[in-house]
């Protein structure tokens, strides 16, 4: 089992910063990749941005240029650094952890973000 606490969601005006932590413990194995996701409402839960043990990244289209993930493997710890936000931002942020190559899903409880106009 891998448990995931997320942190660094708030309110936000449009243009403002924000930066989420995610910190991962239990059983984790060396391969695996670690994202956000968000969620808003009445929406489907979609891809942020995902970084591998790696240090491969994706990033959804639309946060390309503003959001930058990265992540500490000795901490177990993924960062979401979000500049220039806006409001299609606002969603709960979720954290999750992949392990690899099967692909076995962790999922954090959520983080909100609300950018204001």
């Known amino acids: 089992q891998v448990q995931l606490v997320e942190s660094g969601g708030g309110l936000v005006q449009t243009g403002g910063s924000l930066r989420l932590s995610c910190a991962a413990s239990?059983?984790?194995?060396?391969?695996?990749?670690m994202g956000w996701y968000r969620q808003a409402p009445g929406k489907q839960r979609e891809l942020v941005a995902t970084?591998?043990?790696?240090?491969?990244?994706n990033y959804a289209d639309s946060v390309k240029g503003r959001f930058t993930i990265s992540r500490d493997n000795a901490k177990h710890t993924v960062y979401l650094q979000m500049n220039g936000l806006k409001p299609e931002d606002t969603a709960v942020y979720y954290c999750?952890?992949?392990?690899?190559?099967?692909?076995?899903?962790?999922w954090g409880q959520g983080t909100q973000v609300t950018v204001s106009s």
């Open positions: 999750n952890h992949r392990r690899l190559p099967l692909g076995m899903d962790y």
């Open positions: 239990g059983t984790i194995v060396s391969i695996n990749a």
């Open positions: 970084i591998t043990s790696g240090g491969t990244t």
